[in-house]
Structure formats: C-alpha cells, structure tokens
C-alpha cells in the first residue's frame, strides 16, 4: 500500500472532538512527514486548528452558507485530489463530502453506535472496555501502520496570543495570590453543568482558605452562568477574588490564560479538553455522561467526580435540557465538600499523588 501524498482530515465541531483529534494528527505527520495534511472544520472552531504544526491548511466551513456553501467545499476539496480522506466525524455533511469520485482510500471512526445506544436505551452495557475517543480516531489508520504515541493532547497557540494573554495577565497582579484556580462551570446542556450555585461556594471556599484567585472560564452561551458565579466568590471572598473571561476570551486565549492555573475544576465540557492539553490538573465532574463514551479527561494528572450505580445513568451520550427521571441525583449527590477535598488534595499537592485519569 503506498503512502498518501495528500491527506485530508474530516471534524466539522465541537470543541472537544477536535482538541481529542491532536494526538491522530501528530501520528499522521510522523508517518507522512513530507505528505500534505489539510482539515475540515466550522469556521467557529478553525483556531484550535489553523495553527497546528502538523497541518498544512484548514478550511473553514460557514454553516452560514448551507448546503450551497457546503457544496462549493466539495468542489474545492475535489479539485485538489486527495488521496486519503479521513472522517472523524460520520456524519452526513462528512459523508457528503467524502464521497467523491476518484479517492484512493477512505478511514471513518467507528463510533460504536450500538454500543452506546444500548447503554443509554437499555442500560447494558457491551462495551468491551472504555476507549479513548483519542484511541478511536487513530483505530482506522492502524492499517497504514499509524499507532497512538501515547505524548496526549497538544494545542498550538501562536506567540502573538500568548504575549496578549500575559498582558492581560499582568493586570490581575497574581503575585498577590497563593494558589491560582480556573473554573469551567458551564457546559451545552443542562445534565452536564454541576449546580453553579456549588461552584461558587467552592471557590469562594477554595479563596479564602487556599489564599487563591480564581479565574472563571465559559463561551458566550455561559456568560449569564459565569457572571453570577464570579459575583457570588466576590460577595464570599472579597473583592478582586475572581475575574470572569467567559466570552471574552477566544478559544486559544483561554487555553493560554488557563496555563496560569494550578488546577482547573470544570464539568464535562470541551473547556476541560483544552485544559488537559495545555498540561493542567484537573478535578472534572461528570453528570449525565460515562466513561465509555470515550471523553473522561486523557492522561490528565487529577480526579472524575461521579456518581455510580445510578440506574437512570447514562441517560444520554451528550447531554440533555433536564433531567428525565426529574431528580438530578447525578449531580445533586456530589457535595460541594466532596470536590474540596480533592480539588485541595490536587492542589496542595499532598502525599497522595492524584491519578491518571484518561
């Protein structure tokens, strides 16, 4: 079989799918280190990408444009004559655009549909074992000989965005502070986001008795969330205790402001696979979602908070508005006490060395 000159690399969203694709996109590089490799994505998530070493172009579809837009990338995806299309996504717009004519060979994830439709469904669960969706990604290129070089996830933040950053930085005088805490409280769905209430109570608790200053992270949809939680640590913990970036930071911004934390608590979110990439410790807390669907924090030094043995659990692989059993238990029975001790364990770095989570 002889190696792809030109390779192309198919994830139209979200933010976790794609930071989880870093890793893959190393192997393809190692591998086909003189080939070209170009990515697909939504232009709202293009930066995760466009400055990847590994890459050569990133095209940035506009959902704006619809189908028509979506066809004329087809046409240009068509003219350049790749010989490698790799769909990481299978979905029908990525099925749309790797059917072309003429492709030498086509590598789709396999998503393990029934897999998990039975687990959310009927509660069985047939997983042979949890696997990395990073493990998933590289699984259909094993035959070009592409293997996972197990060195995690990776984002590349050009200096121009980190000078930026530490200037703003700066401005918060951290020196000030013992301890450094990010927070990532929102998250797309309901099912997914531990109360904000306790998140406040938290690091307001982790402020005052850590001497720490807390910076809060969220996309504009978690702006209303964000806003409340940094008042509510000011009210707690004082003045100047916690400074809200959510929504105005982009997405590289906040990964390069979040390398200024000691740890990040966060729920399970594409925020907390920015996190993981940019090196940091963790104390992630999972609600609705299990680990094998594949996106528990990977190879992150830190902790997963869940609850076990909930009947109702999972009910669904990305979330849901509202609980449906109407209880919430999954994120209710985890205390905000609970999180303390192992946020602060983390932290403090105490004789028990937190776990490799993945």
């Given at each position: 079989?002889?190696?792809?000159?030109?390779?192309?690399?198919?994830?139209?969203?979200s933010i976790g799918d794609i930071v989880l694709s870093s890793p893959m996109l190393r192997a393809l590089r190692a591998k086909f280190v003189d080939g070209q490799i170009d990515y697909v994505t939504r232009r709202?998530?293009?930066?995760?990408?466009k400055f990847n070493?590994?890459?050569?172009?990133?095209?940035?579809?506009?959902t704006a444009t619809?189908?028509?837009?979506?066809?004329?990338?087809?046409?240009?995806?068509?003219?350049?004559?790749?010989?490698?299309?790799?769909?990481?996504?299978d979905s029908l717009r990525s099925k749309y655009l790797r059917g072309l004519r003429g492709t030498k060979q086509i590598a789709v994830v396999k998503k393990r549909v029934i897999e998990r439709s039975l687990l959310v469904q009927a509660k069985k669960n047939i997983y042979r074992e949890a696997v990395s969706v990073v493990d998933r990604y590289v699984e259909p290129l094993k035959r070009f000989?592409?293997?996972n070089d197990g060195k995690g996830l990776?984002?590349?933040?050009?200096?121009?965005?980190?000078?930026?950053?530490s200037g703003k930085i700066a401005t918060l005088r951290l020196e000030r502070f013992e301890r450094i805490i990010g927070i990532c409280p929102g998250a797309r769905h309901f099912t997914k986001r531990w109360p904000p209430q306790r998140f406040a109570e938290l690091a307001a608790?982790?402020?005052?008795?850590?001497?720490?200053?807390?910076?809060?992270?969220?996309?504009?949809g978690d702006s209303g969330i964000c806003s409340s939680i940094a008042a509510r640590i000011t009210e707690l913990a004082g003045i100047?205790?916690?400074?809200?970036?959510?929504?105005?930071?982009?997405?590289?911004?906040?990964?390069?402001?979040?390398?200024?934390?000691?740890?990040?608590?966060?729920?399970?979110?594409?925020l907390m696979h920015m996190a993981t990439a940019m090196r940091r410790k963790i104390v992630a807390i999972f609600g609705s979602t299990v680990k094998e669907f594949g996106f528990f924090p990977y190879q992150a030094e830190g902790f997963v908070l869940e609850r076990d043995g909930l009947y109702c659990r999972p009910c669904s692989h990305i979330g849901r508005s509202a609980c449906p059993e109407g209880h919430f238990r999954c994120m209710e029975e985890i205390s905000v006490d609970e999180v303390f001790q192992k946020a602060k364990m983390l932290i403090s770095g105490d004789a028990v060395r937190a776990p490799v989570v993945s």
């Open positions: 079989m002889s190696p792809p000159s030109k390779t192309l690399v198919v994830r139209f969203s709202e998530y293009a930066e995760l990408v070493h590994h890459l050569n172009h990133t095209y940035e579809f506009d619809g189908f028509e837009g979506l066809r004329k990338l087809k046409r240009t995806i068509k003219s350049e004559g790749y010989d490698l299309i790799v769909d990481i996504h000989g592409i293997e990776e984002l590349h933040i050009p200096d121009e965005v980190l000078f930026r950053i608790r982790l402020a005052n008795e850590m001497k720490a200053k807390v910076l809060v992270f969220g996309g504009e100047e205790r916690a400074t809200d970036y959510c929504g105005r930071l982009g997405l590289l911004e906040t990964a390069a402001a979040m390398e200024y934390c000691d740890a990040i608590l966060t729920n399970d979110t594409g």
